[in-house]
């Protein structure tokens, strides 16, 4: 499975945007790139996922390289609530199954 | 609608027993996986359950064991308990082929002692 990195910690001031970045330099071509994201004692939440174009949704921006072999997950203000481990998968597309490997992900740190 | 239930959320168990957790799937929904997380090891992929079938399994000894029923919910049992074994199990659930968002439960926080 391809691998990603990710730094350990960031930190970042209340309703500043943030950019959470992400390597994968052997991403293969049938490689989609997830985020999801874990709140304190809670399970993981799907944030965004993308293949080779930027996303937009709701929570995020996922911004991917031309090369795709970095992406770039922005929070374009961050709350409190945002405060979270955020881990960044790479999934096979020609696995039929969900099988992610969510690495050590980054702790991101919000302060008002 | 509901989300991922798991059942129980807290259980201590002892070297040697067996224990089985429970997870009811987001109606709907009729794939479940089942993840250990530790604070060593961090979030694992232990199985994918699709329509009754395991369609996918991690890096686990046979001592973990899962199923999924008919009406999608799915049970994971570990035999013969190691104190390692001690960890967050969370289940997810999704769709079923061609969903990218996979919904997870709260977790069975389980020690072994």
């Known amino acids: 499975d391809a691998k990603t990195t990710q730094p350990n910690s960031m930190e970042s001031n209340e309703e500043e945007p943030v950019h959470l970045p992400c390597n994968h330099s052997?991403?293969?071509?049938?490689?989609?790139i997830h985020w999801y994201r874990q709140l304190p004692s809670q399970g993981p939440e799907y944030v965004i996922h993308g293949l080779t174009s930027n996303v937009n949704n709701r929570m995020a921006s996922l911004a991917i390289a031309e090369d795709r072999k970095s992406s770039t997950l922005i929070l374009h203000r961050a709350t409190l609530r945002d405060a979270a481990v955020y881990y960044c998968i790479l999934r096979d597309l020609s696995n039929s199954g969900y099988a992610l490997n969510f690495g050590k992900g980054t702790s991101l740190l919000v302060t008002p | 609608k509901a989300g991922v239930t798991q059942t129980p959320r807290y259980l201590i168990k002892t070297r040697g027993q067996q224990v089985t957790l429970s997870c009811s799937p987001i109606s709907g929904h009729r794939s479940v996986s089942w993840y250990q997380q530790t604070p060593g090891q961090g979030l694992q992929f232990l199985f994918e359950y699709f329509s009754e079938t395991q369609r996918n399994k991690g890096n686990f000894p046979g001592r973990f064991s899962g199923r999924q029923f008919s009406n999608s919910r799915s049970e994971m049992n570990v035999s013969t308990l190691e104190l390692g074994d001690s960890a967050l199990y969370l289940c997810?659930?999704?769709?079923?082929?061609?969903?990218?968002?996979?919904?997870f439960g709260p977790g069975t926080r389980l020690t072994v002692t």
């Open positions: 997810a659930s999704r769709t079923g082929r061609g969903s990218y968002e996979q919904y």
């Open positions: 052997t991403i293969s071509g049938t490689d989609y």
